[in-house]
């Protein structure tokens, strides 16, 4: 009875070993294939919802013959360097990449096209935060599973960040005129209600 409470155990033991290790993705483990550019220039701000971002991305041409050959796709995604992330715990940057908050925003998913160069013209979308970022490219295997990266910027991701302005901010002031001149409105249709009645009265 003990001894197949124990294989039991070590069965489920097993499983968990492996579906823990098939899960599990470390940032630190990727090699760095891939060179990415994006066409924002350091420092520049771009609007949500308005502007555009150019991504570039290639196979290091230094690397030896076949070492993209589990490349399936390129994923695209803008990412929080440190200076975004400083006393936002919701942005940290985890090794495991399933836990990782430094990339939350997909940009595309698109086929890796081996011996070519792959861009994309991103409109930054109306719900991206105000914040700086970057753009990382990672390679996806068959499996969706991460296997090499690259990035606009560099190992400390204090280089080349760009800036996005929010819808959020721009918007505070409409949404306050907005907000006073309905309570305008409301006012004036009291007086002129007022006004009539008394008319009615004379
Ligand atoms: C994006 O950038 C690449 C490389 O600079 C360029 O070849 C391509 O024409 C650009 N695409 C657009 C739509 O601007
Ligand atoms: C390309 O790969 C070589 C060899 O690994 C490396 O020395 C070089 O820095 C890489 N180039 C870029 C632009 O990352």
New binding site residues.
């Given amino acids: 009875m003990a001894g197949l409470i124990s294989s039991q155990a070590t069965v489920l033991l097993l499983l968990m070993c492996c579906v823990g290790s098939s899960m599990a993705v470390f940032f630190s483990s990727l090699p760095k294939t891939l060179i990415v ?1 994006a ?1 924002p220039t350091p420092g520049q701000a771009l609007y949500a919802g308005v502007d555009q971002i ?1 991504v ?1 991305w290639s196979l290091n041409q230094s690397l030896p013959a076949g070492a993209d050959s589990a490349y399936k796709k390129v994923k695209l995604l803008l990412c929080y360097p440190p200076v975004s992330q400083a006393d936002r715990p919701w942005r940290k940057t985890e090794d495991h990449l399933q836990k990782d908050k430094t990339c939350q925003f997909k940009m595309v998913v698109q086929p890796y096209g081996r011996a070519t160069r792959g ?1 994309y ?1 991103y409109t930054i979308e109306r719900s991206i935060p105000t914040g700086t970022y970057f753009v990382r490219a990672y390679a996806l295997d068959a499996d969706d599973t991460q296997v090499a990266y690259g990035q606009t910027t560099d190992a400390k991701k204090t280089a080349n960040l760009f800036d996005v302005v929010g819808i959020s901010g721009r918007h505070a002031s409409l949404d306050i005129a907005a907000a006073s001149f309905s309570a305008f409105a409301v006012v004036a249709l009291v007086f002129f209600f007022m006004l009539e009645k008394r008319k009615g009265k004379k």
Avoid: A, F, R
Wanted: glycine share 0%.
């Fill in positions: 550019t066409s150019n570039t861009s013209v």
